[in-house]
C-alpha cells in the first residue's frame, strides 16, 4: 500500500481573501469550494502538478488565529518547487509578492523565499536538472 500526504492545513483569516492570493497571485488552481455547516471546505493546489493541495482553513478562536502566518515558529513553511524559476519569480515580483530573501544558487538549486498574504514563508526553488 502506498502512502502519500494529500492535504496541508494553512490556517486563514479569511476564505475569500485567501482564494483570491493564491488563486491571482501565486497562479495556484482552486480545486474546491464546498459548503460546509459553519465553514467551507477550501482546496488549493499549484496547476498542473498533482501532488500535495492545501486545505485553507479558516481560523474559528483566538489561538487559531494566533498561528495565522506563523504556522513554523517563523521558519520557512512550504518549498514550491518549479521547473522554471525565471519565469516564476519574475511572475511573484509582478504581482507584489514579498520577498523575504532574493534568488540565488546554490548547490541544491535555484531559491528565494517569500511571504504570502499572511506572512508564512515559502521557499521557490528549481532543483538542477528541472
Known amino acids: 500500500m502506498s502512502k502519500r500526504i494529500a492535504l496541508v492545513s494553512l ?46 482553513a479558516k481560523a474559528k478562536n483566538a489561538a487559531e488565529r494566533s498561528a495565522i502566518g506563523n504556522q513554523t515558529g517563523g521558519r520557512v513553511f512550504l518549498f514550491l518547487e518549479t521547473d522554471d524559476f525565471d519565469k516564476d519569480y519574475q511572475e511573484y515580483l509582478a504581482a507584489g509578492i514579498k520577498v523575504v530573501r532574493p534568488k540565488k544558487v546554490e548547490e541544491y538549486g535555484k531559491v528565494a523565499v517569500f511571504e504570502d498574504i499572511y506572512g508564512n514563508m515559502w521557499d521557490l526553488i528549481e532543483r538542477p536538472g528541472s
Open 11 to 56: 490556517v486563514v483569516a479569511d476564505y475569500d481573501e485567501a482564494i483570491e492570493f493564491y488563486t491571482q497571485k501565486f497562479g495556484f488552481e482552486l480545486i474546491e469550494d464546498t459548503a460546509q455547516p459553519g465553514k467551507r471546505w477550501v482546496v488549493v493546489a499549484p496547476r498542473g502538478d498533482g501532488g500535495c493541495h492545501l486545505l485553507l
